[in-house]
């Protein structure tokens, strides 16, 4: 298996960093070949523009879709997205890891996937159960800083099913296969670095259900999602198609 690991925390310390180094120790104990992106590290800039297209399809106005396809085809790609697309190319897994920051993934991570899913790799027809990543998996390890139970349902930082359904479903919009997520609660600014702290033996604790939660990934369950079978020619669910999420549903 090869597998990617895109990580979004700027501080390698972090305990975001220590559960990035778990999950390549833990891919790599199953004979994976790993890679990682390491986007702070690297300085990647995650504000996609014109300056990214030294070849443009309309030098005129700037449209995003237009470059970014016209860029695909084309293969004058940025190097920085020419090599992100290679890692993806080459992982049969891809492997998020980050903090919940504003209910969202952090503006390095959004920026990410702006730049780095290109239109080229996704088409009008070439998305959802047809995307271009067909048969390969994704996984989102997310560290949060309220106990677990405010990221319940009835929660008060609210469910954190939902909070990360718009990642989970642009995988699934790209056509991976996405697994059941971990996640890490009560991450303090207290704990969250390196050292010999009160909650130490918490924090290990987590580490080795990550790794545990690494080990299964051959016999999950994967998240379920609409795909082009229930929908109807605008776009909306067929009367007798499933609803997976509050997302997408039936009722107003």
């Known amino acids: 298996m090869k597998a990617l690991v895109v990580f979004a925390h700027p501080e390698a310390q972090s305990f975001n960093g220590q559960l990035k180094e778990t999950i390549v120790a833990a891919l790599r104990e199953q004979g994976a070949d790993v890679h990682v992106s390491d986007l702070y590290a690297m300085g990647f800039d995650p504000v996609e523009g014109p300056t990214h297209f030294e070849h443009r399809a309309r030098p005129d106005v700037f449209d995003v879709q237009t470059e970014q396809r016209h860029a695909f085809d084309e293969q004058l790609m940025s190097e920085d997205i020419r090599a992100e697309i290679a890692k993806l190319l080459e992982a049969d897994l891809v492997v998020f890891q980050f903090p919940i920051w504003w209910f969202s993934m952090p503006a390095m991570l959004k920026g990410w996937l702006d ?83 009160a909650d130490a033996p918490r924090l290990e604790r987590y580490k080795a259900d990550l790794r545990a939660h690494i080990a299964k990934i051959d016999h999950m369950t994967p998240l379920r999602f609409n795909g082009w079978q229930d929908w109807d020619a605008l776009g909306q669910l067929k009367p007798d198609a499933p609803s997976f999420s509050p997302f997408m549903r039936h009722a107003f």
Do not use: C
């Open 115 to 197: 730049r780095v899913f290109v239109y080229g790799l996704f088409t009008s027809r070439r998305r959802y159960d047809e995307g271009f990543f067909v048969g390969r998996r994704a996984l989102v390890s997310v560290t949060a800083g309220g106990p677990e139970s405010t990221f319940s349902h009835n929660g008060r930082n609210g469910d954190l099913d939902l909070i990360l359904w718009p990642l989970h479903f642009t995988l699934h919009y790209m056509g991976y296969t996405v697994l059941p997520y971990f996640a890490t609660f009560g991450i303090s600014a207290s704990i969250r670095y390196a050292g010999i702290t």
